[in-house]
Structure formats: structure tokens, C-alpha cells
């Protein structure tokens, strides 16, 4: 009988969990395999920072409505009573309009999240409020 390693009639003889490099057991992989780890890695990581990424834009998306969505309701209340109301937040664009004895104020912003809003993406946010200002209009019993 011939060990692993030795030859017999030319050929060699290989028996499973050991390999031709002096007898020792190897675990099978092969070694063409070697680093697969580090490139699976590699090409996972910029998709799992993208992902990031994109939530942490949307967070701060979110918290950008959140702060229009302030200002237009405080816009809309003191405009509804007749007072001046404090200018916009830096960048943004406020519109007045009213309907139906509503004062309703529109603030539109290009997104701040990640440089967003250089590719036309905007954020904003609308309030109404009851038009007391306005002259009371006379109702016909």
C-alpha cells in the first residue's frame, strides 16, 4: 500500500483530507481562494456607505421639513393676526395666499441633505391659519 505522496505506477495517490504537500491535512479549499474574504468585502463596503448614506440624507431631509414646517405655521399664525412675520429661513422662498377666510403660508427650500438640492431636489412645507386681519364679511340671514 502507498502513502500519500509516494509515487505509485507514475501516479499519485491522494486519499480524502490529505494533501500532496508532505501528508498534512488540509481543510479542501482551494488555493486560488485565498483573500476571497477581503474581496467580498471590498465590494460590499461602498454599497453598505451608500446605504448610509442615503439614510442619514433622509434624517436630515426630515428635519429640514420639520424646521419649514415651524416657520410657516408661526408665518402663517402672526400673519393671520395681522403682524409682521420673521423672514424665512436662509435660502428659502415664502409665499402668502389665502382662501376660504385661511391665511396659508408655503415655505419651499432646496434640500440641504448630503448637496441634494444642487440637483433640484426641494423641501417644503405648508400652514394655515384663520385670517383675522382680514375684514369680517357680512352674512345675509
Known sequence: MADDGERTGGRRVRRAGVGFDGGRPHDG?????RGSVTAEFAAVLPAVLLCLALCVGAIQAAAQQARL????????RLLGRGDAAPRPPEGAARQVGSAGGLLCVTV???????????????VSAR?????DAAPDEEVEE
Open 29 to 33: 479549499r482551494l488555493h486560488g481562494e
Open 69 to 76: 414646517l415651524d416657520h410657516a405655521a408661526a408665518a402663517a
Open 108 to 122: 419651499t427650500a432646496p434640500s440641504a441633505a448630503g448637496g441634494l438640492g444642487a440637483l433640484g431636489l426641494t
Open 127 to 131: 400652514s394655515c391659519a384663520l385670517d
